[in-house]
């Protein structure tokens, strides 16, 4: 079991824990991810490992309250277990020297960008990270990006913190301000991927995204995560969880990952009304 | 030879023993095992039908060469718990090969009953389950002497029936174990992937128990070539030897338009949200499952019926299989098919599907498909479906499950020095003692030779075992 050491709300339905699991913590590199169940009838999920120390043996996991597992995980407190966690999972990410590399993360995104962007930030690359979401209050980790990052630019969409607008626009006056880019490295929600590509592409900047289909086992067995990246089916957690940003389908995987709404509701709706957890939490409440 | 001609026999002959099974309309939709086992008046009256032959053909049928006509004698004789222990000197999973061994055409096709002409061989399988379940249900805590440890150690990756096997026979010789797999749960594709109406997991878990008091060390969510390589645990943990039994676990598509829409599974995903997640008690159990009102399956193994069954039973209105070939060809056990035909799975034979359509919300709608018609025999001797010109046809349908086969998963080959694999990914190994081209590696099972049966990695458990201990001496 896997006990959960350290547990804070780190924004509106946003949470970060610290977890021990010294094998994990020992064999991860950025990039990778873990599929974990929080109890017997739990439904396995991915999580990215947002930060580990193999030292404490370790992992460090930030996620967003969306459905069952996930609103469930915010009321675990300190000292509660994770029934599973299997991993590291998936290719880790192309660390090398670029030369400048941008790092675009959109809302929770941002979570599984850090290790990214340190890694990067290690190999001796010049790194900028643009932060983005809707509003001040649901930016993530600005201050642990600060500190892996050369340059910081952060975005809201109505302007309450930071520059007024979009992670795109941020980049795009990037680049017509002729900021040489190595490379870019986007994780965020679907449309914000796609659009950071759109940018990118035009401007012919390599672009890797983390994509974030639905998963079974992680291991390459189901097939439940496939994507289409240059028009061939791939799968998300053994091929990726990284691909290039130009070749990706993301309608298609937009639509998947709409495919169990239904069902998600039902659950949601039945968790809602005879809670699992800590009661010291409401479920799905924002403090 | 003429009715007439016949030699009357001496005494009236006992036609083969039925087992008793739930009722195909009820099973359709409930997950409880469908086949009930013998009583005991039953397997007393099926072993007294065993001629317990001098030469006994039967036995040369079994993969793993259990002595039939020993274990089925004592069955007569009313040793009960003997015979499990004869069973268990060749097969440490009776339970489980009771269950889902293809007898048919295995040891009972060779059974001198069947060859005097009737086709009624003796029910070694059923007589199998019916011991095994005895022992297990009335042998609480009884174990065999284990010898003092021998301090040889062994990895295994993968806790299917080949890794299960060897751990077996290899702690019983006095050589510790460690499993690591990389699910949650212990047993490979018998848990995830046959579901619990034929396969009940508690029996699987039950096998998996006894291994553990002999004292036989698993380690789950434990992705071999992720935390450490093969070569980690030769070097770093510093196993004598290292067996690899990781299955054919990644899906083929037939890489036909619109198989990644939604509502279109592989029978691997399927299966796994059904078995290992409980779909079917979903929302008690979290993982969801799309509970299709019209389901197609491309298919006709034992992979393609279970799919199929599976459908039925979360609450498909009609659940058709399209096979490219004919009833005679359909490679599935000939007890499942029929226990399929007898719920109500539709066959579409000779068809073969073409494209899954779709809508705009990226659903499947149906299925458009070619009739074929049989050809010349192939290399594998079957006769070859070919494309009748010009006829196509639809099968609506919202959800499409692709049981067409599983290739090896490339993770543990490519994370491993020196390891040979042929051209499909598959691990080159000796069948006769799974010794691959890498020192101090071993692999069996379908990992080795492609998707195949239970009781064939469980013989490849068993054999890399026996090359183990010689090279190690015992
Ligand atoms: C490789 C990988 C890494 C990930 N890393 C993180 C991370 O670090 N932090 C984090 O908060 N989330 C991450 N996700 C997404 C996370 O797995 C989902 O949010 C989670 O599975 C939702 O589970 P649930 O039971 O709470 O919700 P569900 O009831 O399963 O789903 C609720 C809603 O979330 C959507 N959803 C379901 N699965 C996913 C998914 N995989 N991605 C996006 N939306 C989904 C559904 O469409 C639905 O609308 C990652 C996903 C992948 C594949
Ligand atoms: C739906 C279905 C129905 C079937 N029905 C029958 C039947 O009725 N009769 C019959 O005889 N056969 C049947 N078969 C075939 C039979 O189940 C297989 O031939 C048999 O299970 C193969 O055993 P194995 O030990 O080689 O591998 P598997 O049972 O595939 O087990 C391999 C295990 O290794 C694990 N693993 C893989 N990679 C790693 C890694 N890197 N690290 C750690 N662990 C890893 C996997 O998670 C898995 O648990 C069926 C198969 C399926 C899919
Ligand atoms: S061949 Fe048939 S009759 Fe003869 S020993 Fe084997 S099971 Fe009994
Ligand atoms: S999650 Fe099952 S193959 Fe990727």
Redesign the interface.
Known sequence: MFEILAKERIGPGVNRAVISAPDIARAHKPGQFIILRTQENGERIPLTVADKDAEKGTITLVWQEVGVTTYYMGTMCPGDKLQDLCGPLGKPTHIEKFGTVVGVGGGIGVAPLYPITKGMHDAGNHVITILGARTEGLLIMTDDMKKVSDETLIATDDGSFGIHGFVTQVLQGLIDKGTKIDLCAAIGPVPMMRAVVKVTKAANIPTVVSLNPIMVDGTGMCGACRVEVGGKTMFGCVDGPEFDGFEVDFDLLMKRLAMYKGPELIALNKFRETPRGCECEIPGGTS | MTEQEQPKPAKPKIPRQKMREQDPLERAHNFYEVALGYDNDLALLESSRCLKCKKPYCMAGCPVEVDIPDFISMVKAGDVLGASWKLKEKNSLPRIAGRVCPQESQCESKCVLNKKGKGEPCAIGRLERYVADWAAEHAEGKMPELPKPTGLKVGVVGSGPAGLTLAGALIKKGVAVTVFE???ELGGVLV?GIPEFRLPKAIVRSEIDELRQLGVEFK????VG???TVDDLLEKRKFDAVFIGTGA???L?L?IPG??L??V??A??YL??SNL??AY????????V?KGRRVVVFGGGNVAMDSARTALRLGAEEVTIVYRRTMDELPARSEEVHHAIEEGVKFQLLTAPQEILGKE??WAVGVKCQKMELGEPDDSGRRRPVPVAGAYFDIECDTVIVAIGNAA???VPSTTKNLETNKWGNIVADLETGKTSKDRVWAGGDIVTGAATVILAMGAGRKSALSMLQTFGI
């Open positions: 990389a699910l949650h995830y789950t969510n434990w992705v992720r935390i450490e676990g990644a899906p598509f890489r198989e990644n939604n509502g599974y592989s691997n995903e796994t949200r997640m409980k008690m979903f929302p008690e159990w979290d993982t969801p799309a919300t990226g998963n490339p993770l």
